[in-house]
């Protein structure tokens, strides 16, 4: 499987960043703009390019309450969201497993190749194999 | 979007800025260290609640106890009752601060779950006091209304973890609850004088316990 299958919205550092935290919020929560900004550590500016790009996307939501100085931004992981980042982490895991499998495999010929250098060499030597 | 903190639109930054081509791999460590640190901040931290209201218990109530040990006729505290009440009344307020600086900047749901369960918690003891002003209005004896004094706040606060805890499926909180409510139903049978120590060390140590066990709670 190859990496095309994970989510592109969702498949950045940042972004992904964002979602995770998010989804570490029970459903009905949300999260104001300046503690986001504080957990995943960007500047205001570049959190609000991503958070558009979710947005646009259907996974978050953001909802402004108040004007001027009092304004506050909150932003909240929608049902979409939710499951995009669940189908996400699925693919993940299925790329991280494929990758585990071919790394044993790989290992397992290569210890197969060592085994049989070892016979060939015992045989060179004149060793019994029944020994 | 336009935010106190900045109201620039787009910077230019895009995934090449924080979205470098990622492996797999690479994905699962952002997920992994970006859900540990959510969590770790996140979560609220009963810790300073459970230990405050323990050394709140044992202090408190341990103090009434030395004052009214050796009473005959028992007579009761007035003042050291007095000066109980305002202790877990400042512990309750302390809790309350403490537990709100960490919920800074989360809203929906939980903000307004927090705020109700303070008020539901502020009523209970209002009602409490209410009712022990009505026992001793009714001729209660000094020995009936100290029992009553140090059941009442453990019952209330044990209903209070049990409900919370049920309806949240948070076993822990639930036991903490179960637990108080046995003790405050229970630990008058140990008399007017016996009850405090008894609720002291069964109610003090049950909160200071649920604050040891707290940071592996939040693991969970």
Do not use: C
Request: overall charge negative; charged content about 15%.
């Amino acid at each position: 499987m190859s990496e095309d299958g994970l989510d592109p919205v969702i498949h950045a550092p940042a972004r992904l960043r964002i979602m995770v935290t998010l989804a570490a919020l029970p459903d009905g929560d949300n999260l104001s703009f300046t503690r986001l900004q504080d957990l995943i550590g960007l500047t205001p500016g570049n959190l609000i390019t991503h958070l558009r790009k979710l947005e646009d996307a259907g996974y978050v939501s953001t909802q402004k309450n108040g004007a001027g100085v009092t304004a506050r931004t909150s932003i909240a992981l929608s049902r979409t969201g939710r499951a995009a980042l669940d189908r996400y982490t699925t693919v993940l895991r299925q790329l991280l497993d494929s990758a585990y499998e071919d790394a044993e495999l790989q290992l397992g010929e290569a210890w197969l190749q060592y085994g049989q250098g070892s016979v060939d060499a015992a045989e060179g030597l004149g060793v019994d194999r029944a020994l | 979007m336009n935010e106190q903190t900045g109201t620039t639109g787009g910077t230019g930054m895009d995934d090449t800025t924080n979205g470098t081509p990622m492996g797999a791999a690479e994905a699962a460590v952002i997920m992994r260290e970006a859900d540990d640190k959510a969590r770790r901040d996140l979560r609220v931290s009963h810790r300073a609640t459970f230990t405050i209201w323990g050394l709140g218990f044992i202090v408190g109530y341990g103090l009434i106890w030395l004052a009214v040990r050796g009473q005959q006729p028992f007579h009761g505290t007035n003042s050291v009752a007095f000066a109980v009440a305002a202790l877990l009344s400042t512990a309750s307020i302390l809790a309350g601060v403490e537990e709100s600086r960490t919920g800074t900047g989360i809203g929906g749901l939980s903000a307004v779950r927090r705020r109700i369960s303070f008020v539901s918690v502020l009523l209970g003891f209002a009602a409490m006091f209410a009712l022990e002003a009505a026992l001793v209005q009714a001729g209660a004896s000094r020995p009936v209304v100290s029992v009553f004094e140090a059941s009442a706040p453990i019952m209330v606060a044990g209903l209070f973890y049990l409900t919370r805890g049920t309806v949240q499926l948070d076993w822990p909180f639930a036991a903490l609850g179960l637990w108080l409510v046995v003790v405050a139903a229970v630990g008058g049978f140990a008399g007017p004088v016996g009850v405090w120590a008894v609720d002291a060390l069964a109610a003090g140590l049950a909160y200071l316990l649920m604050a040891a066990i707290d940071p592996w709670l939040r693991r969970q």
